[in-house]
């Protein structure tokens, strides 16, 4: 009897368990302030007045009017997320990776071709 008290209140337990949600805890930043939001403005400002990225904007047909207008919209929260995120672009992208890639891909092949049977001569 004992036995089977205990096997229906585990069942129980992990039946509830199993139901609740997992949650995650972080923590939240206080306003940001003053000196931040204009060190934020300051890095924006610079990352747009870069050349590629100007060329860039300016092909997707935005003046400098529109984007000074959005920048103003946004709230600090998100003027800040968006400088963080500056720092992480890449604006000319990495060329280094693509040159080992295709050399990785060129010996895959010579080796694939060798192990078949076939021979690379080089004149």
Not at 63 to 69: A, G, H, L, P, T
């Amino acid at each position: 009897m004992f036995k089977r008290i205990i096997a229906i209140y585990l069942s129980f337990a992990i039946l509830i368990i199993g139901f609740a949600q997992s949650v995650s805890a972080a923590l939240v930043p206080s306003e940001v302030t003053l000196s931040t939001k204009t060190q934020d403005l300051e890095k924006i400002q610079k990352f747009l007045e870069m050349k590629i990225i100007s060329q860039r904007l300016k092909d997707f047909g935005y003046s400098e009017k529109e984007i000074i207008d959005r920048l103003s919209k946004l709230d600090d929260n998100m003027l800040h997320s968006l400088a963080l995120k500056i720092d992480e672009l890449k604006v000319a992208g990495d060329a280094g990776a693509a040159v080992i890639l295709a050399l990785v891909i060129i010996a895959l092949v010579l080796l694939i071709i060798n192990l078949t049977g076939h021979r690379v001569v080089i004149k």
